[in-house]
């Protein structure tokens, strides 16, 4: 554990705020979602500044549709993504990463001086990071479909069926990017910011999982993926249940890392790719696009943040 003078600690705190205010946002700003619902878009009428997609009809509901709809998800991300327009948002979120990796290991060294050292942080970090390890969301979807069952609700199942199918498409890319990646969680690092290894040995790996498996988190892309598909089945919720879900998500990521399971790091990239399977999985049908006429090209800034108690960097990544 490294010493840190009181001043640095509200500097390292300051960042901590700043990064977890970037998370909810990034997840709930209007912008973003415009810029994720023209990445999920399948079928574009015209080129206009104002298009509009062709909607197929939606094949009926069976108990199997959560599966069988995974491979086409898979395709729909790989091919709205991969692409030139897209390019810019791809280089945002690669250097908000890499601004974050600055902050990671002061971050954790604190985070990890307090989660050692209070009781009520480590049980309060702890209960948030069960609530993003996949099973309260299949949980979540296995309540959906016993009511939707019992009360013949034909969009509570919608919604169960959705809630599987996006954490078992979601989840696979993430295992993929974390089998690529080999990075060291914050609690088994060996180094500052802890180790990358590329491509690891897959017996090394599975024998020392938290060794190589903290990029991109799961846990907030599963918890990010699960309430956008609730809020997308169910928009009369989102005046109360969106900015409860926000927070809850946030504090995963807090809890994730103040655990030692996660860097900040590990986090943009895990909110990106749970708004987009979410995104996909609760619109089947594809999504109807208005695009602005503005330059709609991501934006990365970095600032001084400074406060009459802190001191800290402001990211802003703007779509």
Same mark, same amino acid.
């Given at each position: 554990?490294?010493?840190?003078?009181?001043?640095?600690?509200?500097?390292?705190?300051?960042?901590?705020?700043?990064?977890?205010?970037?998370?909810?946002?990034?997840?709930?700003?209007?912008?973003?979602?415009?810029?994720?619902?023209?990445?999920?878009?399948?079928?574009?009428?015209?080129?206009?500044?104002?298009?509009?997609?062709?909607?197929?009809?939606?094949?009926?509901?069976?108990?199997?549709?959560?599966?069988?709809?995974?491979?086409?998800?898979?395709?729909?991300?790989?091919?709205?993504?991969?692409?030139?327009?897209?390019?810019?948002?791809?280089?945002?979120?690669?250097?908000?990463?890499?601004?974050?990796?600055?902050?990671? /290991?002061?971050?954790?060294?604190?985070?990890?001086?307090?989660?050692?050292?209070? #009781?009520?942080?480590?049980?309060?970090?702890?209960?948030?990071?069960?609530?993003?390890? +996949?099973?309260? @969301?299949?949980?979540?979807?296995?309540?959906?479909?016993?009511?939707?069952?019992?009360?013949?609700?034909?969009?509570?199942?919608?919604?169960?069926? /959705?809630?599987?199918?996006?954490?078992?498409?979601? +989840?696979?890319?993430? /295992?993929?990017?974390?089998?690529?990646?080999?990075?060291?969680?914050?609690?088994?690092?060996?180094?500052?910011?802890? #180790?990358?290894?590329?491509?690891?040995? /897959?017996?090394?790996?599975?024998?020392?999982?938290?060794?190589?498996?903290?990029?991109?988190?799961?846990?907030?892309?599963?918890?990010?993926?699960?309430?956008?598909?609730?809020?997308?089945?169910?928009?009369?919720?989102?005046?109360?249940? @969106?900015?409860?879900?926000?927070?809850?998500? &946030?504090?995963?990521?807090? &809890?994730?890392?103040?655990?030692?399971?996660?860097?900040?790091?590990?986090?943009?990239?895990?909110?990106?790719?749970?708004? @987009?399977?979410?995104?996909?999985?609760?619109?089947?049908?594809?999504?109807?696009?208005?695009?602005?006429?503005?330059?709609?090209?991501?934006?990365?800034?970095?600032?001084?943040?400074?406060?009459?108690?802190?001191?800290?960097?402001?990211?802003?990544?703007?779509?």
């Amino acid at each position: 554990m490294r010493s840190c003078s009181s001043v640095g600690k509200k500097a390292v705190y300051s960042i901590t705020i700043t990064m977890l205010a970037f998370g909810v946002g990034l997840a709930g700003d209007d912008t973003l979602r415009v810029a994720m619902q023209d990445s999920v878009a399948m079928r574009i009428d015209s080129p206009s500044d104002s298009q509009s997609l062709i909607s197929t009809p939606t094949p009926k509901l069976k108990w199997y549709t959560m599966f069988e709809r995974i491979p086409g998800d898979w395709a729909t991300w790989w091919n709205t993504t991969f692409r030139e327009d897209k390019i810019p948002a791809m280089l945002a979120v690669t250097a908000l990463t890499a601004a974050t990796i600055v902050t990671d /290991q002061p971050t954790w060294d604190v985070s990890d001086y307090w989660y050692k050292r209070s #009781r009520v942080v480590k049980d309060v970090s702890d209960v948030f990071v069960y609530l993003g390890d +996949g099973k309260p @969301q299949f949980g979540l979807a296995a309540a959906y479909g016993l009511y939707g069952w019992l009360a013949n609700d034909e969009r509570a199942l919608l919604t169960a069926s /959705q809630i599987t199918e996006v954490i078992l498409a979601c +989840g696979t890319v993430i /295992q993929v990017m974390k089998h690529i990646t080999g990075r060291e969680s914050p609690f088994v690092s060996t180094r500052t910011n802890g #180790r990358w290894v590329f491509f690891p040995n /897959q017996i090394e790996y599975h024998k020392k999982v938290p060794h190589y498996d903290a990029y991109p988190s799961g846990h907030i892309a599963t918890a990010l993926a699960t309430l956008t598909v609730v809020l997308e089945n169910y928009p009369e919720l989102k005046p109360w249940l @969106q900015p409860i879900g926000y927070f809850v998500v &946030g504090m995963i990521g807090v &809890g994730m890392m103040t655990s030692g399971i996660h860097w900040w790091s590990d986090y943009p990239l895990g909110l990106v790719l749970g708004y @987009q399977f979410g995104m996909i999985a609760s619109h089947p049908e594809g999504l109807e696009v208005a695009k602005s006429p503005d330059d709609a090209t991501p934006k990365l800034s970095l600032s001084p943040s400074i406060s009459p108690i802190s001191k800290g960097l402001r990211v802003s990544l703007q779509f």
